[in-house]
DNA sequence: AACTGCCTAA
């Protein structure tokens, strides 16, 4: 009989059923296949000698088994028994019970040795089956404590299996031997269930150094861990490599790491500086703190290193947020020259340090080695990539990974939601219809993406399944969504969300401040940051959403700007990015100028943002001068400015009415900047036309803005030709104006005043009655006044002929007098004479 | 034979 592919087949069947990929099988040539005949085998092969004939004949037998298995005898079995250990390995691959009852006698050794192959094979649970199967021959003379050991270990932390092999345990008295009782003490470990592990090792009569260590490394919290190893050491257990490492393991928080310096001591009077485990938790120890100096230092000095060594401080360099970069690709390169065998870590660690530089070029060139080594298809390795390459900007390429994930988990999917933010809802769906579920970063990128989107619906819909799913639960899953709802203005949703918190930390609070000063919401955004005071530490993001409400609000006093502003330089905050930017920005929208001026001069990282701050702040104070002057100082400073900078400076220009310039500046940023104008670019530059008197050539670039004059503009142009008394031009714009916005007041009353001011006054009665026909009312103008009580949180607000205030007699008497000295005053300046009695220097010589 | 180290996504 030949085999033929239908074997091959057979084979392949016999292979996947079993969940293996026979690496060494996948180079049998199909020519051994296509010639080898079923003629009795121990005839053939009985005679092999040499271990690897033997071998090689066995992976031919292995096949032959899964073939015709009734033609196996036990002669080449036998045989093959003799070559030991390597041989063993192979019976683990396939049929092992059908090979383990062709071993005559087996012994507790033999038994072992094959589970502890199937233990290496990633096979717990038919090592597992082994040890059940010898249970219910009941050959308990073939079971040790070794055999209860590694039985436990096959348990992987099931506990159910795990307590029962305990009863079994504690049955046969195995419970006296330490080694057993190591054992389930990590078994108990490892299923979550540490008291018990304890219990354990309450009843232990003599606990050896393992036993210590064991418990040692099952503690959750540093702490504990910690005082656990004082304790072992005033108990006078002398520590070994394996007690440093698992200290060490645990001294990265803020408290222990003093304790972990203290263990290096220890560590290097003990005379354990050159264990290369105990140099890697130093390593990983100092890197996780972020002193990589000092992690390197531990790695110079280490006589001997294995690969973890390198990984540790590969991805010790690469996690640094890109600081270390260039030393993470060095220790790689140096990796590669020394030809070590690289594994999955060192890889992501490569290719995250790249990701953190946003070196594309070496990136593409790791990967190119990936490839190389095979390593494309393994799930860490490609979720890193497709991060770098999203990081790089290149997204089609980190699809392309995607694709070849041979198993893509859950946070290959995540990534890909976060990154296609268009495609998220149905890559989500996609991902479920695998059946991998979310985790709770999922759900962050997805209500992200939905927030982007603006995509009311599913973001309702989503909502619902955090509840049905309880990731409510989880913190950032609900901060996402109380950013979200606040994004779609649906500040009621939020709030609820936030008030059922069961724990509320800075960015909860952070999320709720800032979507209430997104919404104009300002004096609730600042009530929510005083109780954020009460009951967290606010962060930088915390004061800026609420100096952005600050300065936003008319009506809450500058004070409260002030004592945030005390507060953030008492915290040590003040010169952060964001909050100098918050802070520069307030006191430039408040009119407090000089202020704004000191803040960004103290500024030590001048970002495009702080530039724009104080340049829109000079702007808005019309101080021409200041704003070209600094303009050019950032350019010289190599800042590019972006498009709001190059707005106030076009608003600066529109107010001083430098026209040309005006110009200039605009096609300066089309064409220099490649920057899109946006609405606001085109009104202040139609206002600044009119202003001048330019009304025409104002109209005539209204009219070429891509989708036409929004509501600004026309109310700008409407301004200008009032100023220059334009009546019909003013009058083709009011159409337009109540023909987009009906119930605006606005144009009506600069409409009445204009033709007031030209004498026409049955059109002024015509616009008041077609303004009473349409029912629109004119809004009440309020100004506001700051009276220097720190206790209250508002300002007073007046509107024109409000009486409404208790003082208001006095108050209209001072604004009188005031008004008058400001006549005065300007009349002096203007070399008039003074009628009253202020003197003025000038006028009297 | 039992205890230990490096790992990515927001």
Redesign the pocket.
Known sequence: MKLGVVYRDKYTRCCVSHGILPSSFQTLPSRALTTTTSKPLSHRWGRLHGSNDAIKAYHKSCLLISLCPTRWDRVPLQRLFKFGSKLLLFHTLQHEHHLFDHIPHPTAASI??SM?NL?HKHHPFRALAMFKGQFQLCSLDTVN??TV??S??ACQGELKLGSQIHGFVVSSGFDS???VS??L??MY?KSGNFEKALLVFENLINP???????I???FEKGVDALSFACSMHLNGVVF???????A??FCWGDHEFFFGWQLQSLVLKYGFGC???????L??MY??RGRLDEARRVFDEMTR????????M???Y??EQGHYGSEAVSIFVNMVRRGMLL????L??A??AC??IKNLELGRQIHGLIIKVGYETH???G??L??TY??CEVLKDAKVVFQLISNP????W??MI?IFVEDALSLFNEMRSYGLYP????F??LI?AITISNLVTEGQQVHGLCIKSCFLSEQ?VSNSLITMYARFEFMQESKQIFEELNYRETVSWNALISGYAQNGLYKEAFLTFLSATKEIKPNQYTFGSVLNAIAAAEDISLKHGQCCHSDLLKRGLSTGPIVSGALLDMYGKRGNISESRIVFNETPERTVFAWTAIISAYARHGDYESVMSLFKEMGREGNSPDSITFLSVLVACCRKGMVDVGHRVFDFMVKEHSIEPIPEHYSTMVDMLGRAGRLEEAEELMHQIPGGPGLSVLQSLLGSCRLHGNVDMAERVVNNLIEMDPASSGPYVLMANLYAEKGMWEKVAEVRKGMRGRGVKKEVGFSWVDVGNVDSLYLHGFSSGDKSHPESEDICRMAEFIGLQMKLLKDSREGRKVVLGVTNPNINE
């Open positions: 072992n040795r502890l233990l404590e070794v050991a590694l436990l270990k031997c330490v080694t190591n054992s003490m990590k470990c050896d150094i393992v036993s210590w260590n064991t040692l490394s099952g070994d490599p394996v007690t440093f490492t698992t060490l393991s264990e290369v485990f105990v140099g890697n938790a390593i990983t890197s996780r290193r294995d690969l973890v060594s390198w990984n540790a590969l991805s010790g690469a996690q594994d999955h870590v060192s992501t660690g290719v995250s990701g953190h799930v860490s390795v979720n890193v497709m991060s999203s990081k988990n859950v946070v290959s995540t990534t976060s985790n709770d970063v999922t962050i990128g992200h950032t």
